[in-house]
């Protein structure tokens, strides 16, 4: 099946001369006024992978992201409260600017349809190519480049220190795996594309849940996403 992708891309490409067969690149993809076409952005890419882009109509900057259901994805930069709440927790150039700006000053793109196994791959692609500005994360699918707001960064170390900390006078869990083992994290609220980190640790600042709770979640092989949202998996 032919890569989709837009005229958009297809011109940039051009610009910088990249070499490659454009007859493989079939179809233009559609570009959305991300207020006025709120609908019909959730229903055309229900059940669709791929990668999008969001325009920031006021002053031109975007942001690349992908989804393994696109439909699912998009649904969440229209909950304010959602957004609001995952601000609280760390920062996000996206969802600060579309709160900001509103919705009726953004357009979306779907930059490309693809398999949800090539989400992470082709995300990263656009990002090197396009260097978008609301962009956080220098490489699709890392926590590198995320950072937490100062206040986050202080409240999760209040909440951890001394007996406040879930793993206080307990010994370690045995056979919970190496606290350096990389591990990939799926987030079925946003329905981003996972997104891998270097060790338990990051995974515990970046999301603030316990790292004794993530080690725990291994150890007795959970398969239930952890408080219904996130799926833990090992990365060899």
């Known amino acids: 099946m032919p890569q989709l992708v837009t005229f958009a891309v297809l011109y940039v490409l051009f610009l ?11 179809l233009f993809l559609p570009v959305y006024n991300a207020f006025t076409d709120k609908f019909k952005i959730l229903s055309e890419n229900k059940g669709k992978s791929g990668v999008y882009l969001f325009k920031n ?3 031109g ?28 927790r760390g920062r996000s150039h996206i969802y600060s600017a579309i709160l900001k700006n509103g919705h009726s000053n953004f357009s979306l793109e779907i930059l490309e349809y693809c398999s949800p196994e090539q989400c992470i791959e082709r ?15 220098e490489k699709a ?15 999760m170390s209040d909440v951890k220190k001394g007996a406040n ?33 270097d060790s338990m640790s990051e995974v515990s600042k970046a999301l603030d849940i316990p790292q004794g709770s993530i080690s725990m979640y291994f150890k007795q092989n959970q398969k239930k996403p952890y408080k219904k949202r996130y799926i833990f998996r090992k990365v060899d």
């Open 16 to 26: 910088m001369d990249y070499c490659f067969d454009y007859s493989y690149y079939c």
């Open 61 to 88: 900057k975007y942001y690349v992201g992908s989804a393994v259901d696109l439909s699912k994805r998009l649904a969440f930069y229209y909950k304010e409260i959602a957004m609001k709440n995952s601000l609280k």
């Open 141 to 155: 699918g890392s926590s590198l480049g995320f950072k937490h707001s100062n206040e986050s960064i202080k409240i």
């Open 123 to 137: 995300e990263d692609f656009y990002i090197k190519l396009l260097s978008p500005s609301y962009n956080i994360l």
């Open 57 to 59: 109509l006021t002053n």
């Open 165 to 197: 900390h879930p793993m206080f006078g307990k010994p370690k869990p045995q056979g919970a795996g190496n606290p350096n083992q990389k591990i990939e994290v799926t987030d079925l609220e946003t329905q981003e594309s996972p997104k891998t980190y």
